[in-house]
């Protein structure tokens, strides 16, 4: 028996030899799972794309119609206009008061303590569900009752009620503060990660060569974070070009006021299962992926492009 | 080691038997949370109806008392019930047996193929066509005049009023001599400053005058998007009423909307629900723009004002809501489901027993309609509500009603809204709205 294995062995390929097909049996569970229900529903948007699907019925192929119709689709490049516009400031006050925060965890000076509290505290908005925090921020803005305005008018920074949610600007300014506060916390971990990797002996250093924080900071943590940067930006660039729960569920749906918290997802959301056109829907969607590919691909080379430079 | 191996093993079975026993319900259990669970119930069941309202719990009870049968009846919110049933019956679920619609889902479910054809045999329901009101029946109808559906109610729409504050405003509390001042939106707007003038408002809020804007034709004609006079009129009369605060700014389905029924309100309550909380001038509304499903909410909602209302006709005809029956076309059990339907809306002892026990809804049964007209009811001071009805439905013209309803007058209502607060000009407002509707229907023909 133990001839005719030794047998069967020396006749495989010698390419095979040092095969173990065990290890497929390892990765089945999860290469049938990610195969299921990732490959196969991208697989099946981009063909729905292609037709005039409403969500039941036969799929009649269209060709290009659907990209075409989004290409000169005004509502859809306003929402994506208004998502630009929210992510915006909302990388922008994330990124700060994460760097911020960074910066004043990692002084030397300061020396601060509870890092692992703070943490904690700084992350605890993202573990609220989005639907509540949305209820929640509803309320606080609400413009006649909302706690937000009387806080305002008590400590006399507004003389009237502001109608917060109820104006374009105000309502797109707020979810951007929204988003900002439910994910200043992971940029936070992420940056102090990051930090934490710089050996202490640069910090030491510079501080006995006389450098100053802000120094210190722009010279040394800023460029040793630059690849922790890139990865929490485009990280970010991805989640919000896709931001829907909060101004979904703060316009309920509708994005009032005047459709300027209708960001793209929504748009696509609306399209596919208010007014049933999953074919349109689903071309919308691959749309969006290339733009937040190209976009993601301009971060990575803008960022990882001028690190290489100076280097 | 062993300790972590055993914990292991334990959380592995209980996610793999949770896993199996979710993918073991989705069968059955597609109505997911919207509803009552179709297997929550113990016992087996004869039919499973979807639906979207409590009503038809009670018919399913008076069912299963005549005749053994026993149904379950899942109640889903209407935002969603068109995404459930577009999922459910998308992929050719056997159930539910029953399902239902409001008019305005109704034309997308027939192009779906969703609901049976009741035309053939054996339901040959077309042979029951003089039994109902004929726009109960062109509804239940799909583009080819295949009857799909039946409804046990008629929603014709009017001017709900407060007798006593119509007779101290205007000196008479007549339906008929009241009809004149809700003929056309000018009449509304001047009837509204005599309101204001002693301390009222005519209406709770602008949202129910878009129900009277159907006078100049349909939202589509032959492919084109009809942006009719009436409508425009519409625009005007609501941002004249806003803007001048001639309303009560309590919106329908709003704690103030349902308090006002009852007596005095906060004149600018809007969404808030401890209308206590809120400061400002009080008042009270002195009509409603309602359905004929209005009635039950008056009757519910009234408190010590039942029987101080009035119904004077509204400016145009005009119907609101309805729920229309259905088989599904993958059902299993058909006959068993159409012998409900039956029962529901061609039965004429269900329908007599409908009257009496809902106290005001309407049913699409002529004759049973009008061997009730001379029912005084009570919470309209014994005005006879079932004539008024029977005189205004003939005059409903379902040939206004189109799929494209819905969205179009959705995203008009925010055109409008926008105006109100000021936020647009009129024309930035219709610009938009056009620019939208291009949006969602780009096969309609838009003239700017």
Redesign the interface.
Known sequence: MSAQKAARTVSKPPRMKNVNHTGYLFIAPFLIVFLIFNIYPVIRTLFMSFTSFKGYGEMELIGFSNYSRAVTDRIFWESFLNTVKIWGLNIVVQLGVALLLTMLFNDIKYRMKGLSLFRAMFYLPNLISAASVAFLFKFLLDWKFGSMNQLLITLGIIQNNVNWLGQPHTAQIWVSIIGAWMWFGNSFIMLMAGVQGIPKDYFEAATIDGAGRWRIFGSITMPLLRPIMLYVAITSLIGGLQIFEIPFLISEGIGKPDRALNTAVMHLYNMAFKNQQMGYAAAIAFVLFFIIAIFSALSFFLISGKKEKRQ | MKFQKVTALILSGMLAVSTMAACGSSGNDSAGSGGDNPKAGGGKSDLIIWTLADDMKQFAERYEEKTGVKSEVVVIAPADY??KL??A??SKASEPDIIVGEPQMLP?FY????FEDLSQAPYNAEDHRDQLFDYVYEAGSDDNGIVRALSYQVTPGSIVYRRDLAQEIWGTEDPEELAPKFESYPAMIKSAEEAKAKGYRLFSSTSGLGSLSSGGGAWVVDGKLNLSGSRLEYMDAAVTMYQNELIAFAPDWSSAWYASMSGPLPS?A?W?DDLE??DGEMTEVVSYVLPSWGALIIRDNADQNIGKFGITAASTSFFQGGTFLGINAYSQRKEAAWEFIQFVTLNEDTASWWLEHSKGDVVSLVSVLEANKDFENEAFGGQKTYEFYLDITPEIDYSLITKYDT?VG?IYG?AI??VQ?G??SKEEAIS?FL??V???F?ELEISR
């Open positions: 068109p995404t577009t999922t019956l998308g997308n192009e779906a193929g969703f600018d809007e808030e909380n809120v969205q959705d925010q809204e926008s607060r936020a647009k938009d620019m939208e291009e949006s969602i780009p």
